[in-house]
């Protein structure tokens, strides 16, 4: 089965605790903090890996999960850093954010990676928390959680050369003549269920001089019309021609009306993005084998030099105007210089900075329940250890001095209402000039 999109989790890994802890060493009665940093959590990477071709690894994995840093310890240990997670994808796999639909990177080039799951950082140790005035701070912080997302993954092949056309017009076939490839043919619309690559010769069997390009050659599956809408088999492999260099547009003359099923492909292409008319596309004339095809061809090729558009007659069945073919995709492609760069630019990946301001939100979510927004406060209450006294006061503080109390008190809580910030889940209680 080939697999071209799939919906992954992942969740990097969360960063150890910083520790709380004081010096106990004989003869110093009174020994000062000496707790160490957490280590940060292992990241998640997707890197794209040369020998992958579909997305099929993923078929029974589809969760990850990074390993968490070290905790921190005494003596100013600090904890190791979690393992790093690298997941290996083949070219052309593109990365959306499944819930809001963003691109997060589009991998072309061998070897690029992404980071898709920030490990989170590690607590600090109460020794960051001495000052002159509080000489034996009990407060360290927790480990920050590890970044956790849906993912949709989509793969788009990258080859050289696409191979479309109707049901049964002949690309398997044509495939088969001028690759090593073998797919599976057969006289009957839809034999081809999946994309099929193989790797062409342009010097040809009879040609010993040497042109040493290699293309690959993706068969995508027939198209019909109302494919760019979502009809047929052909429709969900529309992308897998978004990259290629040309097009060879392949078509059935024994059919009832070869024009017709012309028109319908360059209509189905047009409407899935018009840009693939823009590529250089060569039509060819398929099964000159058959007395049909022989009939139709001189009006087809009349009606396609009237529209200027460059066409060929060949039978992939006994090899029929196959060097002319394999001599025309020959100088339609670049040369060897660039066809060892991808067809498609060198990838991309978009980095959003995350600003981490003191900006909130409040919102009331009912039956005495409000939930607090913002970056900065979900990180401190994600790292803040509410069973040590210590850390709970310095936590209130925070939400003083960020103006979330006030703010909570003006929407109207009360003593006993819950308040939800990230992951944390809090009752507020009355301060002592608030009475009972």
Known sequence: MFLDRVKIFVKAGAGGDGAATFRTEAHVPRGGPDGGDGGRGGSIHLRVDAGQTTLRDFRQKRHFKATPGGRGGGSRRHGAAGDELTIDVPPGTAVFDDETGELLADLVAIGQTVMIGRGGRGGLGNTHFKTSTHQAPKHAQKGEPGQERSLRLE?????????????????????AALTAATPKIADYPFTTLEPNLGVMDLAGPDDHGGDERRPTIADVPGLIEGASLGAGLGHAFLRHVERTRILLHLVDGSGRDPAWDHDVIRDELRAHDPALLEKPILTVFNKMDQAAAVEAWPAFRAARKKAHEDVVAISAVD?????????????????????????????????????????????PEGDGVFRVRGKRIERVAAQTNFDVEESAERFQRDLARLGIDDELRRQGIRPGDTVRIGPVELEWEAQPWEGV
């Open 155 to 175: 793969l788009r092949l990258i080859a050289d050369i696409g191979l479309v056309g109707l049901p049964n017009a002949g690309k398997s076939t044509l495939l």
């Open 319 to 363: 090899g029929t105007g196959l060097e002319e073919l394999r001599a025309r995709i020959a100088t339609m492609l670049p040369n060897a210089d660039e066809m060892g760069a991808p067809p498609d630019p060198a990838g991309v990946v978009v980095h959003r900075i995350e600003a981490m301001g003191d900006g909130f939100s409040v919102d």
